[in-house]
């Protein structure tokens, strides 16, 4: 298993692009979510799934979109890029039900920078 | 609503033990975990604990709970400098939610 795989790992862009980060894992978890790792802010949540076809906002969403049409894929979309979202991203998915099976299994990271 | 205190910063020598404190906000905690964080690098989980038990050990890692105050703790007897990273407290309340992380603690080992 490659478990959790991130795409690209390192990104940078100019303000008003926009792009994807992949996230993809062959585990066949049910749940998915999106980080983002700001220093002195620990993880906060984007979004996240609990199914193919089912998403949800977390704490902070704005300007970010995502889809989840597979099990296996839950890219995360930046619409416009803005300097605020230099952050590092992770990927992180999870099965149903409870420990050990529902720990988080964090992917590498994307490390986004926007000028 | 769900929050996750954790101090930003700890430093200890090698070989003496280290203890992360935690503090969360939800009675309705089901199980708590602690991950690692090396540089560059995601987050490993390190142990759970699930919120009816007080106290679980592992190896090197000893886990208390204090449900009635809330606090968690993580202890690493005999810190070695390859346990230099961030540690983070999360938990997770029952239902389809993802878990709540705290902003993390900063180990440092001085050798």
């Known amino acids: 298993n490659a478990g959790v795989t991130q795409t690209p790992k390192f990104q940078v862009l100019k303000t008003g692009q926009s792009m994807t980060l992949q996230c993809a894992q062959d585990?066949?978890?049910?749940?998915m979510s999106w980080y983002r790792q700001d220093p002195g802010m620990g993880l906060r949540l984007i979004h996240y799934?609990?199914?193919?076809?089912?998403?949800d906002q977390g704490e902070v969403p704005n300007g970010y979109n995502v889809s989840r049409s597979t099990t296996e894929d839950f890219p995360l979309r930046l619409l416009s890029a803005a300097p605020s979202q230099t952050s590092v991203y992770f990927c992180?998915?999870?099965?149903?039900?409870?420990?050990?099976?529902?720990?988080?299994?964090f992917g590498p990271g994307t490390r986004l920078t926007v000028l | 609503g769900e929050d996750v205190e954790q101090s930003l910063f700890l430093s200890v020598r090698e070989g003496d033990s280290s203890v992360i404190n935690c503090t969360y906000t939800?009675?309705?905690?089901?199980?708590l975990y602690w991950y690692k964080q090396e540089p560059g690098a995601g987050l490993q989980l390190l142990t759970y604990i699930f919120s009816n038990m007080d106290m679980k050990q592992d190896q090197r890692l000893t886990v208390l709970l204090n449900k009635k105050d809330k606090h968690l703790s993580l202890r690493i007897a005999d810190t070695q400098t390859g346990d230099s990273a961030i540690y983070f407290c999360a938990e997770r309340t029952p239902g389809n939610t993802p878990l709540v992380f705290g902003k993390g603690t900063r180990l440092s080992v001085i050798a």
């Open positions: 585990m066949n978890h049910e749940y």
């Open positions: 992180a998915s999870s099965p149903r039900g409870g420990p050990p099976q529902s720990q988080q299994f």
């Open positions: 799934s609990v199914g193919a076809g089912i998403t």
């Open positions: 939800d009675s309705s905690s089901t199980y």
